[in-house]
């Protein structure tokens, strides 16, 4: 068989796995318009194999590529149906990542994001995956993904304000904006992130900790890459840089939350923090980076009820615990920080709902009562009568944090595990998506009087 009429039996066999699943309802919100989205696609590479030229293996090549990418892309889709993940959150996270993900073209009518959701399996499986940059489809289509492990963490799943970093650099036309601040204000300033030979030299440099040399040293021993060949051969600095750009978006989206979140995924699996990764920087320099950015938005000078107050420094306290004091880590002095954190900060803006706001005075104190008498934390209260109030969903999260922070939460008789705490806010979501649907429904009903 030649390799186009190879390529034309798997489009067929593509067919007939669309038919046989996605055809019919998966996941919350059916599978239909994914359904549609997938046959479009198939549609156009059908198009293409009728008139390729079998000679031209760069084309025979790209359409292969097309159909791999389907066929990874509908076993996800189907995938997604079991449902092993936090429905309250993720319905909740599309909702202040859909307009920031929604691709606007020069041509054509802006592609708005179609989001499923899977699990898989290890705590650095937490990732969003989206389409390639080619015109087959009208709608762009992000994979979200959670660890298994985790399905009802909501705390934790903070994290994935990094990977709409990730998700939206996709984006041509975010791309060339986020480059042009980052680059402007971050990179291009730093005498030592500037360019791979400034960085090889601070990685290979005398005043380095002894844990890294001995990194080092292995990665040179086992795999015989040195300074020379280290961005050739094993890292990629493109990469490096972009983790500390959604490091910033992640920050501005989740708020301290995110902070916790990250630290604590990230020292999990690099408890000092100066592992050498291909494709990540140094733990401890990304931790020390955001510490300093969460001091520029001013997140630990919030000051709080007497109530909370005390769990709020214990928070803040465990936080600035993680920060490495060698100063070989602090190479981004705080000028640039707060130069690249304000400028993020006015585009995410223009974005509705993607920044973290600010909570309201009295808010968070409400909402961690509530988990410490082991209530989910909601916007309503019993005051001469019931009383419903908006909350946006990143500050019952927050919430969770502090009152794991709380001393209460340690003392065995009134002990509140971490475990208890997620789910305890993950249902704290659920219902206050009910309570906006009710708010809303009421504010329409007097509009139209």
């Not at 025979?60 to 309250?88: F, H, M, N, Q, T």
């Not at 990194?215 to 040195?226: A, F, P, Q, V």
């Not at 950015?293 to 005390?310: H, T």
């Amino acid at each position: 068989m030649k390799p186009v009429d190879f390529l034309i039996n798997e489009a067929e066999n593509l067919q007939f796995v669309l038919d046989q699943t996605l055809r019919y309802d998966y996941g919350l919100d059916g599978s239909r318009e994914f359904y549609e989205e997938c046959c479009a696609r198939l549609k156009h590479i059908k198009s293409e194999l009728k008139i390729i030229d079998a000679a031209d293996v760069e084309v025979v090549c790209e359409v292969a590529k097309d159909i791999d990418d389907l066929s990874e892309l509908i076993c996800r889709i189907e995938r997604s149906s079991l449902g092993e993940y936090s429905w309250p959150f993720v319905e909740e996270f599309k909702e202040i990542s859909k307009e920031i993900c929604t691709e606007i073209r020069d041509v054509g009518p802006p592609r708005i994001p179609k989001v499923h959701v899977i699990a898989e399996g290890g705590l650095s499986s937490y990732s969003i995956y989206s389409d390639p940059n080619r015109e087959l489809g009208k709608r762009r289509i992000f994979t979200i993904v959670f660890p298994r492990t985790l399905k009802h963490y909501v705390l934790l799943h903070t994290i994935l304000g990094h990977e709409v970093g990730h998700a939206i650099y996709n984006l041509p036309k975010v791309q060339g904006k986020l480059d042009d601040i980052f680059l402007t204000h971050f990179v291009t300033p730093n005498k030592i992130f500037k360019d791979q030979k400034t960085v090889v030299q601070w990685l290979y440099s005398a005043n380095a900790p002894e844990d890294v040399r001995g990194e080092l040293n292995k990665l040179e021993i086992d795999h015989s890459i040195g300074s020379k060949d280290f961005f050739f051969a094993f890292a990629s600095y493109d990469s490096w840089i972009q983790e500390f750009l959604c490091d910033f978006i992640g920050l501005l989206m989740f708020g301290p939350s995110f902070l916790a979140a990250h630290t604590d995924l990230l020292y999990s699996s690099d408890p000092n923090g100066d592992g050498i990764h291909d494709d990540h920087p140094f733990t401890a320099l990304r931790v020390n980076i955001l510490l300093t950015a969460a001091e520029v938005l001013g997140y630990d000078q919030w000051v709080f009820d007497q109530r909370i107050q005390s769990a709020v420094n214990d928070f803040w306290k465990d936080l600035f615990a993680k920060r490495q004091t060698d100063p070989w880590y602090d190479i981004f002095p705080k000028s640039s920080i707060k130069q690249t954190i304000e400028h993020l900060k006015e585009y995410l803006a223009t974005f509705e709902g993607a920044l973290y706001p600010k909570p309201a005075i009295g808010e968070i104190e409400k909402l961690v009562t509530k988990i410490l008498d082991r209530c989910p934390p909601v916007g309503y209260q019993y005051d001469n009568g019931p009383q419903c109030s908006h909350v946006d969903f990143r500050q019952i999260i927050f919430a969770g944090w502090i009152a794991h922070a709380h001393k209460s939460t340690k003392v065995k008789k009134t002990k509140i595990t971490f475990s208890e705490i997620n789910r305890l806010c993950e249902h704290g979501i659920m219902q206050q998506a009910s309570i906006k649907l009710m708010l809303n429904n009421k504010n329409k009903r007097t509009r139209s009087k």
